[in-house]
Each structure stands twice: as C-alpha cells, then as structure tokens.
C-alpha cells in the first residue's frame, strides 16, 4: 500500500504525512543553520552599505572639484547665505522683514483703468460716448 500511495503523490510521502497531522522531522541544527543565515545576510547589508557610502564619497568629492573649477556653491551653502543676509537686515528693525512685492501687486487704480478699457473696446460707438462724457 505505502508503495502505491508514494507512486501516486510522486514521492510525496514525507509532505503527505505532514498534511495529515504527523509529526514534523525536526533538524537538530535547524537552529544553528538559521542564526548563520541571519548573520549572513546582516554581513551583506553592512558591505552592501559601505559600498554605497564609498560610492558617494567619491561623488561628492567629483561635485566638489567641480564646484571648485567653476565657483558653484552648493543649495544648502546658498541657502545659508540668503537667510545670513535676511538676518542682517532685519538686525535693527522691531518687525519682520518685509517680503518683496511683484510688480502689479497692490496697483489696483492702474488695474481698474485696464479693466474699463477693456470693457469699452468691446462697446457699441453710442454706448462709449455715454461712458466717456460722465
């Protein structure tokens, strides 16, 4: 009987008997094996990330020699600058420091004219003569 079950699972008889409830083959170094493995792949984490960090060491010293040879700076170094100069101006002021305002900002006489031009560009002749006399 075993000999045709096992022909008819393929040899599947070891699985067979752990689908039915039997008792799993324990590996005495099941253990061992397990915490070699982890410790292994931990050790390819670490060299995988050294190697990526000596990686970019070398980058950045190639962006360096570049910054150097054509006087770039770097977005932090530039931003540090901005804010060193908002700073002083603002050293002898009791407020905030004012934010600069874009042209057309805050125009709103000049805006209204712009509007009624448009406005009577798109009028019939009898219409604008009325709108211009008041």
Do not use: H
């Amino acid at each position: 009987m075993e000999f045709v079950m096992k022909q008819a699972l393929g040899g599947a008889t070891k699985d067979m008997g752990k689908m039915l409830g039997g008792e799993e083959e324990k590996d005495p170094d099941a253990e061992k094996k397990e915490e070699e493995r982890q410790e292994a792949l931990r050790q390819q984490e670490e060299e995988r990330k050294a190697k990526y960090a000596r990686m970019e060491a070398e980058r950045e010293s190639i962006r360096q020699g570049i910054r150097d040879k054509y006087g770039l700076k770097k977005k932090e170094e530039k931003e540090a600058e901005a804010q060193a100069a908002m700073e002083q101006a603002a050293e002898g002021s009791l407020t905030r420091p004012k934010k600069a305002v874009p042209t057309g900002c805050g125009d709103t006489e000049e805006e209204e004219e712009g509007i009624m031009d448009t406005v009577m560009k798109y009028l019939p002749g009898p219409l604008q003569d009325i709108f211009n006399k008041k």
